[in-house]
């Protein structure tokens, strides 16, 4: 199965109580279709005392089954909480987005993406800047006045 594939037969399951385990999700997704694969991920602090960081993945067979599970399973209750249940996406990077150790601006195409002016393209791509781009001054030609109100007669 292809990572594209896995992913969308994969669900997120957010809002878990601490006492569902491995096989409850199991069980609880199970009406939906052959369930592959569940994961509750560890939290990451060693220190930490609960089984899981409150959320997990439960991978189907097919595609159409984690459809069918979303729809029927959001914002159902679950050891009585409420959960999520969506489609997961995938895994970012550890030098992508929020987390990182990098600043946002500083990832490779980021500036480029989201450069509001010409000003900011050429300076993400290196180039001089060109005086002929450069706009007008809208502050040019009101240098006389620095009076306010009506000009007197």
Do not use: C
């Not at 997704?29 to 509750?40: A, K, M, W």
């Not at 595609?63 to 914002?75: F, V, Y």
Request: proline letters at 7%.
């Amino acid at each position: 199965m292809t990572d594209a594939s896995r992913l969308k037969s994969t669900v997120y399951v957010g809002g878990l109580d601490n006492a569902v385990t491995v096989p409850i999700l199991h069980a609880a997704f199970l009406p939906f279709g052959e369930v592959v694969d569940v994961s509750l991920p560890k939290p990451e602090a060693p220190s930490s005392r609960d089984p899981h960081r409150g959320f997990g993945y439960v991978e189907f067979e097919l595609p159409a089954d984690a459809k069918e599970a979303i729809d029927n399973m959001n914002q159902s209750e679950l050891f009585g909480r409420v959960i999520k249940v969506a489609a997961a996406k995938p895994q970012k990077e550890a030098h992508e987005g929020l987390g990182s150790k990098t600043a946002v601006w500083q990832q490779e195409g980021w500036l480029a993406k989201h450069a509001v002016s010409e000003e900011d393209r050429l300076a993400a791509q290196g180039g001089a800047m060109n005086l002929d781009t450069v706009a007008e001054d809208p502050m040019q030609g009101l240098e006389g006045l620095d009076v306010a109100g009506p000009k007197p007669e």
